[in-house]
């Protein structure tokens, strides 16, 4: 699904134009977006009024999208959702509500969303209305059609809005996340929702395909595949479903995007493992790093000027910030003997990654990209792997094998609300989410 995005009255809207479309009504009139909080709580208090519907079938349709809504937005951990009062519609008219906001206010409300559900050509319309109950200032007012078999996305799409509008940050929603999966006996990737959803295998080698990473446009799929009896990087063209290998010597292993026309990867065609380059059509654009020993999952800053590593260089495994165009490299990480899997934050003020404990145990940390600001994320919970950052930096997702089998699990980027994403058959591991939004 591609979107394009909008700016009206300071406020970025998203508008969908494949799916359905939605139809901006009216939004805040100044800032870039609406700070709603109360003073020392993490959370947004959001009333959420069920929506309004005419009809079995539009009943139906408010029914599900209630459902989805709620679970989307619970999801993000945003969002204390209050059940709204009784009295909050002051006449039964619904053309000519009246709003009730001191009711709102005596439930502790910050923000109330009320919605309606009608059957327009067929289709869904679902109109939605959403205010600071504080002031009764109108914050969105729009309206989501599509057909019935997009519901969900008509209400991850008001997620969508609800979120970049009260925090002024891209959101979870649209987002895809692909992954490694033995569930058929072999090795394959899988790609699913940013919430578990939406399952869906992408490779059918019978072999064994790995470190999965999707180009910030959704187009191509890198990865890792030893269908020939060696580690060999492929491209595929998700749209034309057609791959491309990159044909090299020696070993081809963990690519990561640097931009939509740049993927890198480590190669040993040369001699030792360095870091390359390549292009989608496979060819290589230029070698990256130049040292002995070996050099592996490469990892870019948001603007593709500086790449995080992991290299042995120094001994044991440790990781290393390279500036792309100078060459100019250091030392990241000087806490624990073995340090890889670095992830850079889409914000692009940490750095994710994994390290092995001295009793055997793998556990996760972030760091600032000047070496600063360590902080432990995970502990005595098995080996935690593969950290991922979702689109807004809000989010890691990750393997871990806490209940025995690896598993995918989420959580804030702080550490907290650690849970399992998947509920599937076999290991999940090698987790990555894309940056691209359907």
């Not at 539009?58 to 009062?85: C, H, M, Y």
């Not at 009295?87 to 009711?103: Q, R």
């Not at 990209?369 to 997702?397: A, C, F, Y």
Request: aromatic share 10%; net charge positive.
């Amino acid at each position: 699904m591609k979107f394009t995005r909008y700016a009206v009255s300071g406020i970025i809207i998203v508008l969908c134009a494949l799916f359905f479309t939605p139809l901006y009504l009216g939004a805040a009139e100044s800032g870039e977006y609406i700070a709603i909080r109360k003073e020392g709580s993490a959370k947004i208090a959001l009333v959420l009024g069920k929506p309004d519907a005419e009809g079995k079938r539009e009943s139906g349709w408010a029914q599900n999208l209630d459902a989805v809504i709620r679970d989307g937005l619970d999801f993000t951990k945003l969002f204390t959702l209050i059940s709204p009062p009784l009295n909050i519609k002051e006449t039964g008219d619904n053309k000519n509500v009246t709003i009730n906001f001191g009711a709102l206010n005596s439930v502790g409300g910050e923000v109330y969303a009320g919605s309606r559900v009608s059957k327009k050509s067929g289709n869904i319309n679902f109109e939605v209305e959403v205010y600071e109950t504080a002031s009764a200032k109108p914050l969105l007012k729009k309206t989501y059609t599509g057909k019935e078999e997009q519901l969900r996305s008509i209400g991850h799409a008001f997620c969508e809005d609800l979120v970049e509008l009260l925090t002024g940050k891209k959101s979870v929603f649209g987002s895809r996340i692909v992954f490694v999966s033995n569930k058929t006996g072999f090795k394959e990737i899988y790609e699913c929702d940013f919430d578990g959803q939406g399952f869906e295998q992408l490779t059918n080698s019978h072999s064994i395909s790995l470190t999965p990473t999707l180009s910030p446009d959704g187009r191509y799929l890198a990865y890792t595949d030893f269908t020939s009896g060696r580690p060999a990087l492929n491209i595929k063209n998700l749209e034309e479903k057609k791959t491309t290998v990159a044909s090299k010597s020696g070993v081809s292993i963990a690519p990561s995007w640097r931009n939509n026309n740049e993927v890198a990867t480590t190669l040993s065609f040369e001699g030792d493992q360095n870091i390359y380059l390549i292009k989608p059509d496979g060819s290589i654009a230029r070698r990256i790093t130049n040292s002995k020993g070996i050099d592996v999952s490469p990892s870019f800053s948001p603007d593709g000027s500086k790449m995080a590593f992991v290299s042995s260089r120094n001994g044991a495994p440790q990781i290393f910030i390279q500036d792309v165009q100078s060459g100019e490299t250091k030392r990241l990480t000087f806490n624990g003997k073995y340090n890889t899997q670095p992830s850079w934050s889409p914000t692009g003020d940490k750095i994710a990654y994994s390290t092995m404990q001295s009793k055997g145990e793998i556990d996760l940390f972030v760091i600032n990209p000047d070496g600063s600001g360590l902080q432990q994320l995970t502990r005595k919970s098995g080996e935690n792997e593969h950290p991922s950052w979702s689109p807004d930096g809000g989010m890691i997702v990750f393997s871990s094998s806490r209940q025995g089998k690896k598993k995918l699990f989420v959580m804030n980027a702080n550490g907290e609300n650690q849970r399992r994403l998947l509920q599937g058959d076999g290991e999940e591991m090698q987790p990555s989410w894309s940056l691209f939004r359907k």
